[in-house]
């Protein structure tokens, strides 16, 4: 198993940045990939960055140009640096990790809320 503890988020005002943070433990050597999903009030849970190990990444369309997804594997710690936000980027922020096993693993997540 793998255990997720997002970290990060807060009231930032439109245009402002914040960098959330996703700590991994557990069964590391099974994580093909760390994401970051998001879900508003009343919307479903969407995609918004999603890396690879092999480095590769996507990005939800609202999301690009203004969000970065990175990792750091010998901290096996998964970024999204989210910059020029959007009161419409309000949303509880998920970390996910894909295993090889096809295991899906998630965070308890943490709050975004970006308001003047």
């Known amino acids: 198993q793998v255990q997720l503890v997002e970290s990060g988020g807060g009231l930032v005002q439109p245009g402002g940045s914040l960098r959330l943070s996703c700590v991994a433990s557990?069964?590391?050597?099974?994580?093909?990939?760390m994401g970051w999903y998001r879900q508003a009030l009343g919307k479903q849970r969407e995609l918004v960055a999603m890396?690879?190990?092999?480095?590769?990444?996507y990005y939800a369309d609202s999301v690009k140009g203004r969000f970065t997804i990175s990792r750091d594997n010998a901290k096996n710690t998964a970024f999204l640096q989210m910059n020029s936000l959007k009161p419409e980027d309000t949303a509880a922020y998920y970390c996910?990790?894909?295993?090889?096993?096809?295991?899906?693993?998630w965070g308890q997540g943490t709050q975004v809320t970006v308001s003047s």
């Open positions: 557990g069964s590391i050597s099974s994580i093909a990939a």
């Open positions: 890396k690879g190990n092999s480095g590769s990444t």
């Open positions: 996910k990790s894909n295993s090889y096993s096809g295991n899906d693993y």
